[in-house]
């Protein structure tokens, strides 16, 4: 079974037991979308970005063009400009009730996925174009890579293996993050990573400043809280929640094809963690990514990231070759 196929047995409600029963029209708590039925959703909604904002923002490995925004973000972003009218409604019969003593906080989306997917890419998106409607005109991005462990921390905890899943994350951190984000605080910080080398960069921060929406993204901002601890979790902070979805045997494709061009790019630089790869041939190359993949990509999606698309807001899938061809949206 394709995870494609895996997500829609996932994330339907279905019973019966054979004959009428089985006929019957299934249930979902989604409604089902194909590419072209989502795209003529937004068909009065004008298109605030270009070629070269696509090319700017697209990552390495995704290849992302002006007729998938067109197509696949231009309506995402009209979808979520009405959701944050929405909110703002309610915020100011919320207001009126209690004698004008609340204050509007930040609508916060969370875009969850494997890594490789390209979830970098749908934030940075998605973080333009909302920036560009007149209802939010301030947009922030915060990734979670930030809130991981320090390497040296990782270690001491033999947890460098398990580096992106759930126990390698600063969880409270994270938590405390958002908390002061949706009390309404002015300014709250965010640490920093550093994708070349691999670390947390100590003593570095982002500021976030009370932005009309901050968007979450991460592999695991989609976890239940875990038993036995606080009752928070992550997700219970968001206002709406993506989860970028693709067959696992192209995840991994796509994960060594990344793997093979960051040889003469980031792991060539004298300072990449990943220095060591940047000298190995094709083959060595491929061999090594999949044996990356095959130890801790993969389990962390089976055992981590996966689960979680069912209490996705809104599910995106991709086919093949990176293209959004099926969105499901939560019913309300």
């Known amino acids: 079974m394709t995870t494609q196929e895996q997500g829609a047995h996932d994330l339907d409600a279905r019973g019966g037991t054979g004959g009428a029963e089985a006929a019957a029209p299934s249930l979902t708590p989604f409604v089902e979308l194909s590419r072209a039925d989502w795209s003529r959703l937004s068909a009065s909604t004008p298109l605030p970005l270009g070629d070269a904002d696509i090319v700017r923002l697209r990552s390495l490995s995704d290849p992302i063009d ?47 996925g494997s890594v490789a997917v390209g979830k970098s890419t749908t934030a940075r998106v998605l973080v333009e174009m909302l920036r560009r409607w007149a209802e939010t005109p301030h947009v922030e ?16 905890r033999g947890l460098m293996e398990r580096k992106g899943f759930p126990e390698s994350y600063d969880r409270r951190a994270l938590l405390r993050f958002l908390t002061d984000v949706k009390s309404g605080a002015e300014h709250v910080e965010a640490p920093v990573y550093d994708h070349l080398t691999y670390d947390v960069v100590p003593g570095a921060s982002v500021t976030v400043n009370r932005p009309d929406v901050l968007v979450v993204e991460g592999l695991n901002v989609l976890q239940p809280a875990p038993p036995g601890g606080t009752s928070l979790a992550v997700s219970d902070f968001f206002d709406f929640s993506i989860y970028v979805d693709a067959a696992t045997a192209d995840i991994e ?49 089976e055992e981590n990231i996966s689960p979680t698309r069912s209490r996705a807001t809104l599910v995106m899938t991709k086919d093949e070759q990176h293209r959004i061809q099926q969105v499901l949206l939560r019913k309300l």
Not at 74 to 96: F, N, Q
Not at 141 to 156: S, Y
Not at 270 to 294: G, H, K, M
């Open 66 to 112: 002006l007729a998938e925004v067109d197509e696949v973000y231009r309506p995402l972003s009209r979808l979520l400009g009405l959701y944050v009218e929405g909110i703002a409604s309610v915020h100011r019969a919320t207001d009126t009730f209690l004698g004008g003593r609340s204050s509007r906080t930040p609508f916060v989306i969370g875009i969850a």
């Open 253 to 301: 494709r796509w994960y060594v094809e990344r793997f093979l061009r960051l040889r003469q790019t980031a792991f060539s630089h004298p300072d990449s963690y990943f220095r060591r790869y940047a000298d190995l041939d094709d083959a060595d190359a491929e061999r090594t990514a999949r044996d990356i993949w095959r130890r801790i990509n993969a389990p962390n999606l």
């Open 141 to 156: 991005l915060v990734t979670t890579d930030g809130f991981l462990l320090p390497n040296a921390e990782l270690r001491r």
